[in-house]
């Protein structure tokens, strides 16, 4: 009888302290979200910055808790950043020890498509065997405000210098406050404004600049500044290469040509003059004889 009610106590004592400890790891009552991308949408070929919220982490029973995110297409991350934190060794907001940040910076592949794509999350809560996880999706909105461009040299005449760039919005997004302008460099000469304000250009939609420059053969650099969908101000660097040949019709009217037949022509009429000279001096002698 005494052994019946000694082992009963055992295991009594055994199925509570189980409990205990099954209490101690699943105590921590920790909740996560996704309070800021930035920027939104996020933009294939360029990189997201996300920030997670923990709460309720200044329970005891959350001690040596972790925090990890696990990127997949079409996401990825730098190496050296790391994706996994121990909760408990970042500092909490205003002191209450209740709430932590917790950034991350991510690249999104340059071929991702537009829409709604998943960043998986995992919440280790404890650090023995009893250890609770926790596994989330967050949707990161993706889509591509960029326009895009094919720059081109239209024309150039050796006559006036006009130097003149086609521009054709290859992309599915409008460019506003276009402005176009050539850097300094060897390749090219820009007498006066070396920008120029183009405005808006929609997608698919062409048109032309035109610069007073004095061009050499080769590559010149070319860069386009405008506001996207988001009205972020992008950048984008082209080049197109000057071959001198391909306008060498445009020197047969230019002042130096002209200059040049009026010289031949003033020749011709000193050389004419001359020889009316010498005839008329050559028929006075013979009519003195």
């Known amino acids: 009888m005494k052994k019946s009610v000694l082992l009963s106590l055992f295991v009594g004592i055994f199925v509570f302290l189980s409990v205990l400890s099954f209490v101690s790891a699943t105590g921590c009552d920790m909740s996560i979200k996704l309070i800021n991308q930035d920027p939104y949408p996020a933009i294939p070929g360029d990189y997201v910055k996300l920030v997670f919220e923990l709460s309720g982490v200044g329970s005891p029973n959350c001690q040596g808790s972790v925090f990890e995110i696990a990127p997949e297409y079409p996401f990825s991350s730098d190496p050296g950043q790391a994706l996994s934190v121990d909760v408990n060794e970042i500092s909490f907001i205003n002191n209450y020890k209740q709430t932590v940040l917790v950034p991350y910076k991510l690249r999104v592949d340059k071929d991702a498509v537009d829409g709604d794509s998943n960043v998986k999350t995992k919440l280790t809560i404890g650090s023995s065997d009893t ?17 895009n461009f094919d720059v081109i ?25 276009l402005v176009v302008s050539i850097p300094e460099q060897d390749n090219i000469k820009v007498v006066g404004a070396s920008e120029k304000v183009i405005g808006s250009l929609a997608s ?86």
């Open 204 to 289: 698919n939609d062409d048109t032309t600049v035109s610069f007073n420059a004095i061009p050499k053969a080769g590559p010149i650099n070319i860069t386009l500044s405008y506001n996207d969908k988001t009205n972020t101000r992008r950048t984008i660097d082209a080049q197109i290469v000057f071959q001198s040949g391909a306008f060498d019709s445009t020197k047969a009217s230019t002042g130096k040509s002209t200059t040049y037949y009026f010289v031949i022509a003033v020749i011709v009429l000193i050389i004419a003059y001359l020889i009316y000279r010498r005839f008329k001096k050559s028929k006075k002698k013979k009519d003195l004889f």
């Open 153 to 177: 040299l239209n024309d150039y005449s050796y006559t006036t210098n006009n130097f003149v760039i086609g521009l054709i919005n290859v992309g599915k997004n409008d460019a506003e406050s």
């Open 131 to 147: 250890s609770k996880y926790s596994f989330d999706n967050f949707n990161v909105s993706v889509k591509d405000v960029r326009a």
